[in-house]
């Protein structure tokens, strides 16, 4: 099975800053990786897809890139509703594993 | 509007069996994959298995940790999916959810329902 390790796992930051985060696959999977933010109670929502591509309706201050088996997503500004969870996903192969997730919290 | 609402969780006995129904509405069923997610108290996303499209059969993947135990279909004719659960471990305790497949690859999940609640417990 592919494995996605997404760095760090907690993030405290403040209102305006830009943010990374990394997953990092444990072999190649081309693009197929997605993000994913969730707010706690809520499902979660697609935010990046292929890696890079923003998913219709989402701020461009979200974005996805990639490096050979490392993707980030970045955001570029923070807004007030942007702390929650993130997660990434591979759909290069089955099993389609998820990331064990980066909590984003307001410092 | 898209719209998945999942049903049938509750609280079951380890051993026993439940099932899991997904309503959807908005899109057309027949040409998507959908797939069924669950997350345990407090914990991370766990991807259970899929439906490929009737295009593709209606094949279906599935985790390991519950494969031979788990049985998702779907119904195209009524826009329902399906996730039948046997032998139940208390470690299938979660929220299951279930997700539309984005139309064409690859096929990240675009739409979630808002979940249901199993406890497998004594």
């Known amino acids: 099975d592919i494995q996605l390790t997404q760095s760090p796992s907690f993030l405290s930051a403040s209102v305006g800053d830009r943010v990374t985060i990394t997953c990092r696959a444990s072999q190649g999977i081309s693009s197929y990786l997605a993000w994913y933010q969730q707010k706690p109670g809520k499902a979660p929502k697609l935010l990046i897809y292929?890696?890079?591509t923003l998913q219709s309706g989402v701020p461009s201050r979200f974005s996805g890139s990639r490096s050979g088996t490392e993707f980030t997503l970045t955001i570029s500004s923070l807004q007030p509703e942007d702390f929650a969870t993130y997660y990434c996903?591979?759909?290069?192969?089955?099993?389609?594993?998820f990331g064990q997730g980066t909590r984003l919290e307001i410092k | 509007e898209v719209q998945l609402v999942e049903s049938g969780g509750g609280l079951v006995q380890p051993g026993g069996s439940l099932r899991l129904s997904c309503a959807a509405s908005?899109?057309?069923?027949?040409?998507?994959?959908m797939d069924w997610v669950r997350q345990a108290p407090g914990k991370g996303l766990e991807w259970v298995g899929r439906?490929?499209?009737?295009?593709?059969?209606?094949?279906?993947e599935y985790a390991a940790s519950v494969k031979g135990r788990f049985t998702i279909s779907r119904d195209d004719s009524k826009n329902s999916l399906l996730l039948q659960m046997n032998s139940l471990e208390t470690e299938d305790t979660a929220v299951y959810y279930c997700?539309?497949?984005?139309?064409?690859?690859?096929?990240?999940?675009?739409?979630w329902g808002q979940g249901t609640l199993v406890t497998v417990s004594s």
């Open positions: 292929a890696a890079s």
């Open positions: 908005g899109f057309t069923f027949s040409d998507h994959y």
């Open positions: 996903q591979q759909l290069n192969s089955y099993p389609m594993t």
């Open positions: 439906t490929r499209n009737k295009a593709n059969s209606h094949t279906t």
């Open positions: 997700g539309r497949g984005r139309y064409g690859d690859p096929r990240d999940i675009d739409f």
